[in-house]
């Protein structure tokens, strides 16, 4: 006979990659080199290109006389904060877990991407407040410098090649943020096709287009930002995973040998990863060594299958929704009591005693050694346990075993 599963096991692992031990790693070191390297390197690439085109476009526009490509420009500058502060965050993310950071650093990442969405907003809706405005003074439109043409074509061109070229790193080390200014270098790559128009229209003779590139460009921007605020927000309030993801993962619990059902699973995402808890149930029969395993063995599953970062796997020997409450009932040691005194046999306290909490109700099995008990007064002690059950204020059932009990 095995001994029980009591009520409840929880089994919460840390991370599936060990922290590291004190004096092993700089406090800098990051917990995933390739990727570290990876993005620093390509926002540095970022860096030199923003850098360039934000002067250009700014000095251009400016003695160029074009609104839309000075906005472009802003545009631009706001692209090369947002590198320095992918830089920061890409640094900051990396760190190892730690004692005041269990789950590690990953949601820097969030909390900038929150930071560089507001920005935007507040940027594009500044750039279209200025361009209202000066369409309010028709008088004051001026043709542009055809220099400023080929400025937006230069600045449309290295966009959208930035794009591409981000988009590939992003997916490749699976980083949010990456991937987040690589859709803002999208979305430049867009405003300057935008500006482009708008020049070209000035230059033909519709002089007010300059103006109203320079207004969508700041909608688009603004756009942009509140999109990538709301995504981080979302995440920083907890916010589960996908239903297709969800289901993916209940069906990988579910698959586990050894796991009966399943419920209250959630979700929620950590930057480019994701957390877990799950209820399994179990046979309520087995022992607890055995329930263990089955919780390990349904976490590795969850953590090889699906991009996760913890599973935390709490096990239920029933369907704890659906019967009602153990927690009312007493400890191990009044029930050894009171069921000591109703068998009016003392020696129970020193027997091998399984208690079974199920449904509100305890199962007991109580172990004699075959020579102790023989089948005659084993028969009459059953019967007596049997009696009891029907009455007890805490006993289901009670069975007497009196052989191949272990010692």
């Not at 809706?125 to 028709?138: F, S, T």
């Not at 020049?199 to 930002?225: E, K, P, Q, S, T």
């Not at 022992?287 to 089955?294: A, C, D, K």
Request: with cysteine.
């Amino acid at each position: 006979m095995l001994a029980p599963l009591g009520h409840t096991i929880t089994d919460m692992k840390n991370h599936s990659h060990p922290h590291p031990h004190h004096g092993e790693v700089e406090p800098f070191d990051p917990a995933h080199p390739e990727r570290f390297a990876a993005a620093q390197k390509c926002t540095w690439v970022s860096v030199g290109i923003n850098l360039l085109l934000t002067v250009l476009q700014l000095v251009v526009g400016y003695f160029g006389r074009s609104q839309a490509l000075i906005a472009d420009g802003l545009h631009s500058l706001s692209d090369l904060l947002s590198d320095f502060l992918v830089l920061f965050a890409n640094r900051e993310s990396s760190r190892h877990a730690d004692a005041r950071h269990p789950y590690g650093h990953a949601r820097i990442e969030t909390a900038a991407t929150l930071l560089l969405g507001a920005a935007l907003a507040a940027l594009g809706v500044g750039l279209l407040i200025a361009a209202g405005m000066k369409l309010q003074d028709p008088a004051n439109l001026q043709p542009v410098h055809p220099v400023a043409l080929w400025v937006a074509l230069l600045t449309l061109v290295a966009k959208e090649g930035l794009f591409h070229y981000l988009m590939a790193v992003a997916k490749r080390v699976r980083s949010q943020l990456l991937a987040a200014n690589a859709w803002h270098s999208r979305s430049d790559a867009a405003s300057s096709l935008v500006v482009l128009i708008g020049i070209g229209g000035n230059l033909l003779g519709y002089v007010f287009l300059d103006l109203i590139a320079a207004a969508v460009v700041g909608v688009m921007i603004a756009r942009m930002g509140v999109k990538l605020a709301q995504g981080a927000l979302a995440e920083l309030i907890d916010t589960g995973l996908d239903a297709a993801e969800v289901k993916a993962i209940r069906d990988t619990l579910r698959n586990t040998p050894g796991v009966c059902g399943l419920h209250e699973l959630r979700t929620r995402k950590m930057a480019d990863n994701a957390l877990v808890d799950a209820h399994i149930v179990v046979d309520p029969k087995i022992s607890v060594s055995e329930g263990h395993y089955i919780a390990e063995a349904a976490r590795q599953a969850v953590l090889s299958k699906h991009h996760v970062l913890d599973v935390m796997v709490h096990i239920d020997p029933e369907d704890d929704r659906k019967v009602r409450p153990n927690a009312h009932l007493p400890d191990r040691f009044v029930l050894l009591g009171h069921l000591s005194e109703q068998l009016n046999d003392s020696s129970i306290r020193e027997r091998r005693v399984v208690f079974h909490y199920l449904d509100g109700k305890v199962d007991a099995e109580v172990f004699f050694p075959s020579q102790e008990l023989p089948a005659e007064r084993a028969e009459a002690l059953q019967a007596q346990c049997n009696t009891l059950a029907l009455k007890d204020e805490y006993f289901r059932s009670i069975h007497i075993h009196c052989s191949g009990a272990p010692e």
